[in-house]
């Protein structure tokens, strides 16, 4: 995708200095106790394009959590397990203003998938015989779209959370109240935790973008992992919903559905070109990693990635 490689990297080694500038603003997330004990400085930036082009910088081995990236994970599964309609009779579409944990926008039903209520919503809709059979579903959803299996359950961050998660376990039970689902909230609640605890790498998560980016083919033999609508869905949802209350200024800036984590990740996707993930674990006050977000403003003025033109 991109003609001259060399450049190209000169390029992007160019952007990564400038963002590193903000390297020390910011704080890790610490309302996950085991979150505040990762490094502060690791950096990891990967891009994968659909032509299997693949470009690595920083510690892009370095393991952490999918954190809230795993919702993009959920809605797939909710729109595999369910028609379009019976999703977002459950889930809005629409941004909000407020934080990713929420209450408030939760009127008759979430505001959108991005949220912890939306998500908890879309958890509710992956189905399985029990919470281990649904679990394993969604790690091997991550290992088919990332085309890897060194996707791990991190069990250390599960269990902080699950100690942790009042807010969440109200929002579940909230939704449950209101009869969006009928299943034991505290089931729901296990599995969207979960999923927030899939433990991988910034190669693995450009793999999904590059799969996204590429109408939900893979990459080497083309045949079809998520179907193009579904693909567009997310792509819509990611776009105006993916990086909290910032997400519409974050599209004005940068131009690229995204979806940011707490651990300090975004997955950036360019339809028809490239998926891109940046992990930084120092975060603004919305969640989003300071780096992150600075990076991919760069990324995309410099290798003109913003969809707008
Ligand atoms: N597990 C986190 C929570 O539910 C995910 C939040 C995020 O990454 O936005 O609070």
Same mark, same amino acid.
């Given at each position: 995708?991109?003609k001259?490689?060399?450049?190209?990297?000169?390029?992007?080694?160019k952007?990564?200095?400038?963002?590193?500038?903000?390297?020390? @603003?910011? !704080?890790v997330a610490?309302?996950?106790?085991?979150?505040?004990?990762? !490094?502060?400085? !690791?950096?990891?930036? /990967?891009?994968?394009?659909?032509?299997?082009?693949?470009y &690595?910088?920083?510690?892009?081995?370095?393991?952490?959590?999918?954190?809230?990236? /795993?919702k993009?994970?959920s809605l797939?599964?909710?729109?595999?397990?369910?028609?379009?309609d %019976?999703?977002? @009779?459950?889930?809005?579409?629409?941004?909000t203003?407020?934080?990713f944990?929420?209450?408030?926008?939760?009127?008759?039903?979430?505001?959108n998938?991005?949220? &912890?209520?939306?998500?908890?919503?879309?958890s509710?809709?992956?189905?399985?015989?029990?919470?281990?059979?649904k679990?394993?579903?969604?790690? &091997?959803?991550?290992?088919k779209?990332?085309?890897?299996?060194?996707?791990?359950?991190?069990?250390?961050?599960?269990?902080?959370?699950?100690?942790?998660?009042?807010?969440?376990?109200s929002?579940?039970?909230?939704?449950?109240?209101?009869?969006?689902?009928?299943? !034991?909230? @505290?089931e729901?609640?296990?599995?969207?935790?979960?999923?927030?605890?899939?433990g991988l790498?910034?190669?693995?998560?450009?793999?999904?973008?590059?799969l996204?980016? &590429?109408?939900g083919?893979?990459?080497?033999?083309?045949?079809?992992?998520?179907?193009?609508?579904?693909?567009?869905?997310?792509?819509?949802?990611m776009?105006?919903?993916?990086?909290? %209350? @910032?997400?519409?200024?974050?599209?004005?800036?940068?131009?690229?559905?995204?979806?940011?984590?707490?651990?300090?990740?975004?997955?950036?996707?360019?339809?028809?070109k490239?998926?891109?993930?940046?992990?930084?674990?120092?975060?603004?006050?919305?969640?989003? /990693?300071?780096?992150?977000?600075?990076?991919?403003k /760069?990324?995309?003025?410099?290798?003109?990635?913003?969809?707008?033109?």
């Amino acid at each position: 995708m991109f003609k001259d490689k060399e450049k190209t990297i000169e390029i992007i080694e160019k952007s990564i200095k400038k963002s590193l500038v903000h390297s020390n @603003e910011g !704080d890790v997330a610490s309302y996950i106790p085991e979150l505040a004990n990762v !490094d502060p400085t !690791d950096f990891a930036l /990967s891009i994968i394009c659909v032509d299997g082009q693949e470009y &690595n910088f920083g510690d892009y081995n370095k393991l952490f959590s999918i954190q809230s990236i /795993s919702k993009v994970i959920s809605l797939i599964m909710a729109l595999n397990d369910n028609n379009v309609d %019976e999703v977002f @009779e459950k889930v809005g579409t629409e941004p909000t203003k407020y934080k990713f944990n929420s209450l408030i926008p939760i009127d008759d039903i979430a505001a959108n998938p991005f949220i &912890n209520a939306g998500a908890i919503t879309t958890s509710s809709l992956i189905k399985g015989k029990n919470l281990d059979e649904k679990f394993n579903r969604v790690v &091997n959803m991550v290992k088919k779209l990332s085309n890897s299996d060194n996707i791990i359950f991190l069990e250390k961050v599960y269990k902080s959370e699950m100690d942790t998660t009042d807010v969440n376990r109200s929002i579940a039970y909230y939704l449950r109240s209101k009869k969006i689902f009928s299943l !034991d909230a @505290e089931e729901v609640l296990d599995l969207y935790i979960r999923n927030c605890s899939i433990g991988l790498h910034s190669t693995d998560l450009a793999h999904i973008g590059a799969l996204l980016a &590429n109408g939900g083919k893979n990459l080497s033999n083309g045949s079809e992992i998520i179907s193009k609508d579904s693909v567009r869905i997310v792509l819509a949802q990611m776009a105006s919903c993916g990086m909290y %209350e @910032e997400s519409g200024r974050f599209l004005l800036e940068v131009g690229m559905p995204s979806k940011s984590g707490v651990s300090g990740a975004i997955l950036g996707v360019v339809p028809g070109k490239c998926g891109i993930c940046v992990y930084s674990p120092r975060l603004d006050k919305s969640g989003n /990693s300071v780096v992150g977000k600075n990076l991919l403003k /760069s990324l995309s003025e410099d290798l003109d990635l913003n969809i707008f033109l």
